[in-house]
């Protein structure tokens, strides 16, 4: 197919092309390359002659020109064959590949593919090679709800995690749900207003997930990213953010969700260390209300994000670090879904190697400037 850049037109909507599509993807948003090109990063909207999209986000090499690109979770599948998504990237990267002034030295892609549908030897036919990931997990856990009413979501989890769902409920922690796309009224059971603006909500959020990141020798990039990136797809309507409150409303636990294609999908979660022991069941019930929201917008599944970590793509054992975490999200009916993974296909390997060399140097320039 032959591929451009998007019109004003195109661009209007082009949210509903690769966001809100099956297989879409958040990071295919207007509103991420508007967060990553304040980064530095160059975001370009393609469009296929079928009308299809997909956003290339590339970034030159410093002092040499030219540069990497990546497609961030795309291109999405759209409900398509996997060797239809292979050939839209292969055309991709030919086009970025062979452009002698405007062109990329190296293109990377991680699409949600299963690996079961041989996405990855596609792609390897194409010249790609597998990479390590550059989103924190390379597979996921996630709940089947095609056709799931809420106590039909409710009877696949287990026994213990629906005694703590209950035990919340009971001891009054509520869930704060902070979504653009509906008014204070809006909701929904189970669910209370906000009672703050969610940018403040939002930043105290950052601070729960850094306590939990230090538990689990998780890091994070600096507040100001992250922070603003979730109040920018917020805004959107792309984000949701749940957060548990135990009576007299102090902050026990959140949750944020992405909302693309037909699933809901769990970004984030961080939990008080004090929480674990005066309020226990306060994240099981967070996550209990992330999929009554799921069912109740007629999503397929729920993503429950990832347990594996670098140097350990693959199911964790029982002793390993996210062995709990595994078994924390098996509980609510998840199952262990294997994805292709993040590849990249080397156009001209000696700038590449040298791209790498001066991107390195050009950080270290930048740490040890003062100020």
Request: net charge positive.
């Amino acid at each position: 197919m032959t591929l451009r850049i998007a019109t004003a037109e195109e661009l209007a909507d082009w949210d509903e092309r690769t966001v809100d599509r099956p297989g879409g993807h958040v990071l295919q948003s207007r509103a991420w390359a508007a967060h990553r090109e304040s980064s530095g990063w160059r975001p370009r909207h393609f469009v296929f002659d079928d009308g299809f999209g997909a956003l290339v986000l590339s970034r030159a090499w410093p002092w040499l020109g030219l540069g990497s690109a990546y497609i961030p979770r795309g291109p999405i599948s759209a409900g398509e064959e996997p060797a239809s998504t292979a050939r839209r990237l292969a055309d991709l990267a030919a086009h970025l590949g062979n452009d002698p002034t405007d062109g990329i030295d190296v293109l990377a892609s991680d699409a949600e593919i299963e690996a079961k549908t041989g996405y990855g030897d596609l792609l390897a036919g194409n010249g790609f090679r597998p990479i390590e990931e550059i989103q924190p997990s390379r597979h996921k856990i996630a709940i089947g709800l095609a056709g799931a009413d809420e106590p039909a979501a409710f009877d696949q989890i287990s026994k213990s995690t629906r005694q703590r769902i209950r035990k919340a409920e009971k001891d009054g922690i509520v869930i704060v749900r902070h979504d653009s796309r509906l008014t204070r009224r809006e909701v929904g059971e189970g669910f209370e207003p906000p009672s703050e603006p969610t940018d403040v909500a939002l930043d105290r959020f950052y601070d729960l997930l850094l306590e939990t990141g230090e538990r689990r020798d998780f890091s994070f990039g600096p507040r100001g990213q992250f922070v603003a990136w979730w109040q920018a797809a917020h805004r959107a309507g792309h984000l949701v953010y749940l957060e548990a409150r135990s009576p007299g409303g102090v902050p026990q636990a959140g949750l944020v969700l992405y909302r693309h294609g037909e699933r809901l999908s769990t970004v984030h979660s961080g939990d008080r260390a004090e929480a674990r022991r005066d309020h226990p069941g306060a994240l099981h019930l967070l996550r209990w209300r992330a999929i009554q929201l799921a069912v109740r917008e007629g999503r397929t599944e729920m993503d429950l994000g990832g347990a594996d970590v670098p140097g350990m793509r693959r199911e964790p054992r029982e002793g390993e670090p996210m062995w709990g975490l595994y078994q924390h999200k098996l509980s609510f009916g998840g199952r262990w879904i294997q994805l292709a993974g993040a590849h990249e296909r080397v156009f001209r390997p000696g700038r590449y190697r040298a791209g790498r060399v001066a991107a390195r140097i050009a950080r270290l320039l930048s740490r040890s400037r003062p100020g």
